[in-house]
């Protein structure tokens, strides 16, 4: 006998969220960032040097090199980011031609959660209770109006923002993760298409650079569907298409070289606390709504429409602590763990959503009132203590003025004001209706640090800055010989200042005229310290450049 369901929703409360209005959501969401900036520090800059170097032909596309030294990620994310760069050029910067291609899998990322939410939400166990003298929510509106919560929950999820923007190998594997959660979900509906599209996703995941996730959720997958088909619940035949697709991802991440375990979990008491302060906020606030659904569909959870995400959800949270707390691992079950947090919206209480509405209200209103109050600083030096601080923490830093980012930030604003009037109004029957407040803050602050703040996160972030000041001390044509230097650094300097580079460990010291050592460790023997440079903002960076006892600038 089938549990009695939690849901109690009619069909007033599953009015659909406007197209429109939802369409512009998520461009406010993936466009900002996009533009006007340059390859950021770490993992973004480093992704990035290895794409433009193939692009240009500086490097092999079976084995590129940046300053020498050998990708230690998943070489097919590189190769689409480098496709573009080659295509756009000349016509498109290559920074932003190589973004483009992971801000369409971005989106793409958001639309295959919003179709698995809408295919879960469709099966016959999530379906909300039959009201005695009818008036219920119909299958496909109650659907449709779930799968609209999940795609908030997911862009309200504090983790994707950053990670969702950059140019890394990570949104690769999270669009293919996504991809994998669609075919579990459209399964019944689309049995064709998701056995393609399960055969295609485990591998490409895997090829990406996560095979062990593809192999954790690909057996979850298997063990859903063929129990299901035991229960007469499925069809027969499909998880034969998962287990294919398993062991497809097997083969890839052998023949890609992706196969590699970095086990990081000590259990010791700190790393024990930074891993609950990662999921607190990471994966905020799809957790607690995720939680919720859980002990409200508690009697359901072999159901399909639970099962298939929580075991997704449960991989991702397994590789990120046996990882040592990967926020990257972690971010692979974010679509599921949205798609989980969608079905607490029909259990809510007033008094539940009343209190998420006033705490983003309040919260993501003083956000975005710090960030102009900031901006103003920026550009006039009033109030006086913010232009102190920014001064005193990005020293060099000279305020841009944009009016088309000026007028995207007062457009993004004023939206919100209305919303949050609209919310606050007698608005009380869409099922989404407590997750819009939570997402359009997130996207909101989003906004405003990508074109008010941008010229200082931009100057904050990049290694622009900082190749500029190595500039002063060796010449463009000049040959930099930097053993042991982090990737970053040393594809910004190839980027930026066009400087040949050799990174090797091994690297012998005498084939360049300048030496670039990251610290400050006294010369070697037969070198002379030039100057000892670090990034603007950052003071704990310090490279120290010599140059060749007898040779000059």
């Known amino acids: 006998m089938t549990s009695p369901n939690p849901a109690l929703v009619s069909q007033q409360a599953v009015q659909r969220l406007p197209r429109v209005a939802l369409l512009l959501f998520c461009a406010a969401y993936v466009l900002p960032g996009l533009f006007g900036r340059d390859p950021w520090k770490n993992a973004d800059v480093s992704a990035f040097g290895y794409m433009v170097g193939m692009a240009q032909g500086k490097t092999s596309w079976l084995n590129p090199l940046v300053g020498g030294v050998p990708l230690d990620t998943a070489l097919l994310p590189h190769w689409l980011g480098a496709a573009f760069i080659a295509l756009l050029s000349p016509a498109v910067d290559p920074a932003l031609a190589a973004r483009l291609p992971f801000a369409l899998l971005l989106t793409l990322t958001l639309v295959l959660t919003w179709y698995s939410c809408f295919h879960l939400a469709r099966s016959d166990a999530a379906q909300?209770?039959?009201?005695?003298?009818g008036g219920e929510a119909q299958?496909?509106?109650?659907?449709?109006?779930?799968?609209?919560?999940?795609?908030?929950?997911l862009v309200a999820s504090l983790g994707l923002l950053q990670l969702g923007h950059e140019t890394?190998?990570?949104?690769?594997?999270?669009?293919?993760a996504a991809l994998y959660l669609w075919s579990l979900a459209a399964a019944p509906y689309r049995s064709g298409r998701a056995a393609v599209a399960a055969l295609v996703a485990l591998p490409l995941l895997a090829a990406s650079g996560a095979p062990a996730m593809a192999l954790g959720m690909g057996l979850w997958g298997v063990w859903v569907y063929a129990r299901?088909?035991?229960?007469?619940t499925a069809s027969p035949g499909f998880w034969h298409w998962v287990a294919a697709g398993t062991l497809l991802s097997v083969l890839a991440g052998a023949a890609c070289g992706a196969w590699g375990f970095r086990l990081g979990f000590t259990a010791s008491f700190v790393q024990l606390k930074q891993l609950l302060r990662l999921f607190l906020w990471f994966m905020w606030p799809a957790w607690a709504l995720a939680l919720w659904t859980l002990w409200r569909w508690r009697r359901q959870l072999g159901e399909r429409h639970l099962g298939v995400p929580l075991g997704m959800v449960l991989v991702a949270l397994v590789a990120c602590v046996f990882m040592g707390g990967s926020d990257r691992a972690l971010m692979l079950g974010l679509p599921a763990l949205a798609v989980l947090a969608a079905f607490a919206l029909p259990t809510f209480k007033r008094s539940t959503a009343a209190a998420v509405d006033w705490f983003s209200v309040f919260f993501f209103t003083g956000c975005a009132v710090f960030a102009w109050v900031m901006y103003m600083a920026m550009q006039t030096g009033?109030?006086?203590?913010?232009?102190?601080?920014?001064a005193k923490l990005a020293p060099g830093f000279k305020p841009v003025f944009s009016l088309l980012?000026?007028?995207?930030?007062?457009?993004?604003?004023?939206?919100?004001?209305?919303?949050?009037?609209?919310?606050?109004?007698?608005?009380?029957?869409a099922l989404w209706k407590s997750l819009v407040l939570p997402a359009s803050g997130v996207a909101l602050c989003w906004l405003l640090l990508m074109t008010l703040w941008l010229p200082l996160i931009n100057y904050d972030r990049s290694y622009q800055p900082w190749v500029g000041r190595v500039a002063r001390h060796v010449r463009p044509d000049e040959c930099i010989v930097a053993p042991g230097m982090?990737?970053?650094?040393v594809a910004a300097l190839e980027y930026f200042g066009a400087y040949r580079v050799d990174a090797r460990r091994e690297a012998a010291l005498d084939r360049c005229p300048v030496l670039m050592l990251f610290g400050s460790p006294p010369a070697p023997p037969g070198w002379q310290l030039v100057a000892r440079e670090r990034r603007p903002t950052d003071r704990n960076e310090l490279t120290s450049l010599y140059r060749k006892a007898g040779s000059s600038r």
């Open 486 to 489: 982090p990737r970053p650094a």
């Open 228 to 232: 299901a088909s035991v229960r007469g």
């Open 128 to 133: 909300p209770l039959a009201f005695a003298f």
């Open 382 to 390: 009033v109030p006086a203590q913010p232009a102190a601080n920014v």
């Open 139 to 153: 299958p496909v509106d109650y659907a449709r109006a779930i799968a609209d919560g999940a795609l908030l929950a």
């Open 405 to 429: 980012e000026l007028l995207a930030a007062l457009a993004g604003t004023v939206a919100w004001l209305w919303l949050v009037r609209w919310r606050t109004g007698r608005h009380r029957h």
């Open 168 to 176: 890394t190998p990570e949104l690769a594997q999270l669009c293919a």
